[in-house]
């Protein structure tokens, strides 16, 4: 129902955009995902986090290094945490990846709003080379995989 970036898990209040990217807040750069659990599941929605990231990068995402860039789950009860332990085991059974899952299951905390600067970012800034060269691909990726659950606008 509603997607937003912005950053989560950190010791600091209201992180910056800088602050958040140098490292020294221990915020994950994240999105958070609302949404109607009678229309999509949370486990439909965890199959679309491991499939348009790494799973299995420590502390990065490709060329972005840094605890900020971890891949993690910030759940918002047990349940939501037994859904998604209960998919990592199914997806390392399944040897989906051919290195292990380092993502962090963690309970969610403050969610900080990112700037109007990163709204719509890939919409708005689609030729600049980040966004051709990696987003680019992943939102392809989740499209040809999800087709049948995207919303139509």
């Known amino acids: ?17 800088e602050a958040v990217c140098a490292g020294t807040t221990g915020h994950a750069e994240i999105v958070q995902v609302d949404f109607d659990p009678t229309v999509i599941s949370f486990r439909d929605l965890l199959d679309v986090f491991f499939t348009i990231h790494d799973p299995t990068q420590l502390d990065r995402q490709g060329n972005d290094v840094g605890s900020q860039y971890r891949s993690a789950i910030f759940v918002h009860d047990d349940e939501q945490r037994g859904v998604a332990e209960a998919t990592i085991r199914e997806l390392e059974a399944e040897h989906r990846y051919d290195d292990p899952i380092v993502t962090r299951i963690e309970a969610a905390s403050t969610f900080w709003p990112a700037g109007d600067y990163h709204r719509e970012y890939f919409a708005r800034n689609g030729e600049q080379p980040y966004c051709a060269f990696v987003v680019a691909p992943k939102v392809a990726k989740a499209r040809k995989h ?6 139509r606008v």
Do not use: C, D
């Not at 129902?1 to 955009?17: D, I, L, N, Q």
């Not at 999800?146 to 919303?151: A, G, H, Q």
């Open 1 to 17: 129902t509603r997607v937003e970036s912005g950053y989560m898990g950190g010791h600091v209040a209201s992180p910056s955009y």
């Open 146 to 151: 999800f087709s049948e659950k995207l919303r």
